[in-house]
């Protein structure tokens, strides 16, 4: 716990307060194969000297919360002067990187997540009525998604819904317009992303479901058979509510795992048109320049949004125990 | 009796390995780690300092896409896990900026090197690396399809717009521009190619003051979204790799390209038949009427770590040496890159390269701020192709998201 929780948690909340050294310039001249040109340099000994001073580099209190990378609040402000509908402020705030991560991270989980919930219990209830001998091999069939790593399952689909790729020419055909890119509209693109989202985590819903489903007690299920229940009628009443607690647990998994979402953000190459959390703070720590700062900013700022989304699980689960103590 | 002699014959084996080493690259310890860029020419490079190693010197390599992630911690700390770096024009600032690689003068006072001294990279009037080969995108045309439509090759953006339409007219072809404008670094280079021909400067008089948004900037938007109409609709998620899959297919006519991608488009190697005997690797465009080529010079070359000991510097100062040595040339490695090196003859896959370097193009800007420029041009660009915005606005972003990074790194 020590260890591997708290320690990251107090890093990241230390380096979001503090901000590089102010960087000492000095004029250089450099030359390569294609001459002399005159440039400013950062004079490292300088700044080596700054950094020995004061480790951490330039205590800002929460100004890098509130910077345009993050919370933006300069930024909110002017734009709910200046705007006149919804429509407009809408705009301005979808214009700001982390709102724009945080309105993408939001949809996704808050889509996927329920609708891979009932994909996968569709599957359990539709796998456990196989017969004996096809349950295993649909079993592993069902669980390939999962078992794919999610670079390569979106790789896969990026190539397939490309317009020169399989799914991409059908989809022209199908709707008759030879210009149509999936990759190139933000709706479309968005769309595949959840696609590919409950696609890749249906089978973890199924395999949970499918185990509650060998708990479901046989005679209850056999008297509402005698009472002349429907098949629908003896899902509704008797195996639903059975499931109903592995519905919470799986809600609770899928919720934090569609909130971190970045694989397909990256297989997909979709930075044109979504991003989430976490591929921001990868920005952030990619390339030559790396923004410490930045990304320890938005890590906390995840963290929270975290605990915000979980507390009414976490509170359910804690109201039931108190009750059981 | 048996063990001594077992000890005696593995010393003997050691000596004689070691003296092998020795007679090829002069090594007498230390260790060797480099980092850098994967394409074929650095693999060559990488190649050759690998076949260094012997007893009592382990050479081992990165090469990989994610250097740029990976050279700055890697070189950090006490001792740095890398020894060298294969860096290029823009990637050697951050180790600059970190004082990270250290000036080579007293190694190449002390060991010499057959290099000349064009390879030597100073700054500061320190040698602080040893380049091996110039880069640049430039176009590249297939001269079939350009004499099918009945037109002259594009010296400027303005004669590939026209010769696009031309050719969609003719029904030659369905997009016939191609050039790497995935969302990210790629986009955002063109961007900066497109702005230099314009005429602009990045920067506000030698200040870390953007210097974007201004007309410069909007013709340089402008000229780019009337081309991305005649290239495939996917292109903010086309990268370099998949523009020449798109060539090798046949499906475009003209492309903006590295000279360093140039030798498997001319092999012939899995491209459609046709294509690759028409290819040519031609010279950089102008836009707007101005006179500097649209694109950027670059430069690869190796640096050493300043935080090792002088013994690993020397073993790999030695091996870098070796690796760049003029007896590496030969038909193949020829195709690979624009060498620096003495020996190397022009092949035509360098045509596009040298082409370059005598139109007049400026290098890719050595400021330590201009990276954190790239990357916001990266991140904004691509509302301005999703037609979500107007250019001044996406401008405008652009310099808010550079301040806001430039003032966390400490440069405004």
Known sequence: ???????????????????????????????????????????????????????????????????????????????????ESFGDFYDAVYNLPLYRAIIFTLTYTFVVTPLLIVLGFLIAIAVNSLHQRLKGLVIFFSLLPMIVTPLVGSLILFWMIDSRGILGSSLQVLFNDPDLSLKASTPLTWIMLMVYGVWHSAPFAFVIFYAGLQTLPQDTLESAMIDGASRWERIRYVVIPHLVPLVTFVALIQLMDNFRVFEPIVGFNAAAHASSLSSIIYTDLGGESRLLSSASTTSVLTIIGVIILLSPVLYRTWRDWERKV | MNRVL??????????????????????????????????????????????????????????????????????????????????????????????????????????????????????????????????????????????????????????????????????????????????????????????????????????????????????????????????????????????????????????????????????????APGVADNTVLAYPLTVGGGTIPATTLWWDGWTIAANISDEDAEASYLAMVNAIDPSIMNDEVATQAVWMIDGYEPTPASAGVFATIEAGAKPYPMIPYESLLHTALGDELPDFFSGKESAEKTLSDVEAAYETAAKEKGFL
């Open chain 2, 6 to 271: 077992k000890a005696a014959l593995i010393a003997a084996g050691v000596m004689s390995h070691s003296v092998a080493a020795y007679a090829a690259c002069d090594i007498t310890g230390g260790r060797v780690n480099i980092i850098g860029n994967e394409f074929p020419a650095i693999q060559t490079v990488g190649a050759g300092a690998e076949a260094c190693a012997g007893d009592g010197v382990e050479i081992t390599t990165n090469l990989t896409k994610e250097h740029k992630d990976l050279q700055v911690p890697g070189l950090s700390g006490e001792t740095a896990e890398y020894t060298v770096a294969i860096v290029a024009n823009s990637s050697i600032v951050p180790l600059m900026n970190e004082g990270l690689i250290r000036p080579l003068d007293d190694l190449i006072a002390k060991h010499g090197g057959n290099f000349n001294d064009k390879q030597k990279i100073s700054i500061n009037g320190n040698t602080m690396a040893i380049g091996f080969m110039a880069n640049a995108q430039h176009l590249v045309y297939r001269k079939d399809i350009l004499e099918q439509a009945g037109i002259e090759p594009p010296k400027t953006y303005e004669d590939v717009l026209a010769a696009s339409k031309i050719i969609k007219e003719k029904d030659l072809m369905k997009y016939p521009f191609g050039a790497a404008y995935a969302a990210g670094w790629g986009i955002a280079q063109e961007f900066n190619n497109m702005f230099l021909g314009m005429g602009g400067e990045f920067f506000k008089d030698d200040t870390a003051m953007p210097n974007v948004n201004n007309e410069m900037g909007i013709a340089t938007l402008n000229m780019m979204k009337e081309l991305t109409e005649h290239m495939n609709p996917d292109f903010l998620t086309l990268n370099n790799n998949e523009i020449n899959a798109e060539w090798k297919a046949g499906n475009v006519a003209m492309m903006q390209m590295w000279g360093s991608r140039a030798g498997p488009l001319l092999d012939g190697e899995g491209s």
């Open chain 1, 1 to 83: 716990m020590l260890l591997f929780i708290f320690l990251p948690i107090i890093s990241v909340v230390t380096q979001s307060l503090y901000i590089d050294h102010e960087q000492v310039f000095v004029e250089v001249e450099n030359c390569d194969f294609f001459g002399c040109k005159k440039a400013n340099m950062v004079d490292a000994e300088a700044t080596a000297h700054l950094k020995e001073e004061q480790p951490l580099g330039r205590f800002v209190g929460l100004s890098n919360y509130f910077n345009r990378s993050h919370l933006a609040s300069t930024e909110i402000a002017v734009a709910w002067r200046n705007t």
